[in-house]
């Protein structure tokens, strides 16, 4: 691709990944303060596309204020013979990879999470417009992906028409979604893979099923369906379901198969529907992210651009996101999609909303209907519990079925042994059962069970009360006497 004729700006796959820190920007758009979002249109009529084109509603870059925040709105109306509806969220994904390859311009996120920087660098290279961002995006999409035969772009910086053009694009979110209620793992012969998010994760594995949506939320089982009939070799290409090997947790020989293939030997086996045992792995882009509890024995989930600043475990999203993302299988940690919150199998092998305890109250809000009634009034969010020993005493007074174990709804099977008969000293809440890459301010139980070998009997306990501890390595050497 290399040196991009005609723009002030390189173009290459090279920077993608590349950030903009707030002391090299010029402006930035959407993230958390103000609206912005991005969205695929396709246009069945020819005519209606004006190939090439670019509009622009509201200030330049030229007219907008160093160093500030601004709305954003991207809308690209497509056209060509082999699309079909279903490839909107497809294209509308590529949008972010695209545009990645833009030197000096951070694009980050999907649909109406996005987050865009432009550096101070790229305007002194002379960058002058947006239209010049949407001219390259425009040819990146149409050199990418052949079956694009027109492609017009439509930017929005008014907030005003930002705010009103997102509600539109809300409601075509959301008939996207509620396309693959109705349909479910079981009813299909293929799911499909993505791997657009290998450039940075090269390990990560994604599975997109009928009951399972892609973890950045931007593409359901449809939608890849679409993808790979355009591009069956492509990174969308169909995953054959192969045998059902545990249909609770949702484990499959052709899921297996593509996650020994798809992540270089790094992993050989995935359950779509688990969270604790071989769990789907977490990219980086989930909207959502699941943290394990073990005080409690339960599960807490927080998403991105969520305004609660802290969760019980006393990290906020974006230290959780750190723990959870890099394309790995994170034993305690797990990231989703939002939709997969309506998934009726959702983390179903470890007890589904039964074994949910907390929750962001703006996310609990969000997905209200979603969550059994049986449950609504027993998932604390940072208004009831706001530390494990808060948590702890809601969860008693709720009958949450922690408290006394839970009983899987799938099958009726007890997987827990629950805590709140158990005496105080028995508790599980000073004791060190964290899983091994849990920044709980606990030390796995390997590491315990070699110091107390190299130290003798007895066996030493230690017990780490509000402690925040990144440790990259431990090494541990024999004292010579
Ligand atoms: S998160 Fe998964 S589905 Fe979404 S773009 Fe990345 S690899 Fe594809």
């Not at 796959?13 to 979002?37: N, Q, W």
């Not at 056209?79 to 972010?96: F, P, Q, S, T, W």
């Not at 270089?264 to 604790?276: A, M, Q, T, V």
Request: net charge negative; proline share 6%; aromatic share 8%.
């Amino acid at each position: 691709m290399g040196e991009a004729e005609g723009f002030p700006f390189d173009i290459n796959p090279m920077y993608e990944g590349e950030r903009v820190r707030k002391s090299g920007m010029y402006v930035e758009f959407g993230g958390l303060t103000k609206p912005g979002f991005e969205l695929v249109l396709f246009e069945p009529d020819p005519a209606k596309v004006h190939d090439n084109e670019v509009t622009l509603i509201g200030p330049d870059l030229g007219e907008l204020e160093e160093g500030g925040t601004y709305a954003f709105g991207m809308i690209y109306k497509v056209y060509g013979e082999k699309i079909e509806k279903d490839l909107e969220a497809v294209i509308e994904r590529r949008n972010h990879e695209y545009q990645s390859y833009i030197q000096g311009y951070m694009h980050l996120n999907q649909r109406a999470e996005i987050w865009i920087r432009i550096s101070k660098d790229a305007i002194k290279k002379g960058l002058k417009s947006l239209k010049q961002i949407a001219k390259a995006t425009i040819m990146l999409f149409k050199s990418e992906l052949p079956f694009i035969e027109a492609m017009e772009a439509i930017y929005i910086t008014d907030e005003e028409e930002v705010e009103k053009q997102l509600e539109e694009a809300m409601k075509i979110y959301e008939a996207r979604d509620l396309k693959t209620r109705g349909l479910h793992d079981e009813d299909v012969e293929e799911f499909y893979q993505c791997t657009l998010c290998q450039s940075f994760a090269p390990t990560n594995v994604c599975v997109v099923t009928p009951d399972r949506v892609a973890l950045c939320g931007a593409m359901s089982w449809f939608d890849s369906r679409a993808a790979a009939r355009v591009d069956p070799e492509g990174p969308n290409a169909p995953i054959p379901k192969g045998e059902c090997i545990d249909p609770i947790g949702g484990e499959y020989t052709g899921v297996n198969a593509a996650a020994v293939k798809l992540s270089g030997g790094e992993y050989d086996s995935i359950k779509l529907h688990s969270f604790l045992e071989k769990p789907h792995t977490s990219c980086g882009c989930f909207e959502v992210a699941g943290f394990f509890i073990p005080e409690v024995d339960g599960i807490g989930w927080i998403h991105r651009g969520s305004r609660v600043s802290e969760t019980p475990i006393g990290l906020p999203f974006s230290t959780i996101a750190g723990s959870v993302g890099g394309g790995k299988q994170v034993k305690g940690f797990l990231g989703i999609g939002i939709q997969y919150f309506y998934s009726s199998k959702f983390i179903q092998y470890d007890g589904g909303w039964r074994r949910v305890v907390w929750m962001a109250s703006d996310l609990k809000e969000r997905v209200k209907d979603a969550i059994p009634e049986e449950m609504k009034d027993r998932i604390a969010t940072e208004k009831e519990a706001t530390d494990i020993e808060s948590l702890r005493d809601f969860l008693l007074r709720v009958d949450h079925p922690v408290v006394k174990g839970v009983i899987r709804e799938v099958d009726g099977v007890k997987i827990t042994d629950g805590w709140g008969t158990k005496k105080e000293e028995e508790a599980p809440a000073a004791t060190v059962k964290a899983p091994p890459a849990a920044p709980t301010g606990e030390l796995p139980e390997d590491l315990i069970q070699a110091i107390a070998a190299m130290q003798g009997d007895p066996p030493i306990k230690i017990v780490l009360k509000d402690a925040k501890i990144s440790i990259g390595k431990v090494i541990l050497s024999k004292k010579e006497h």
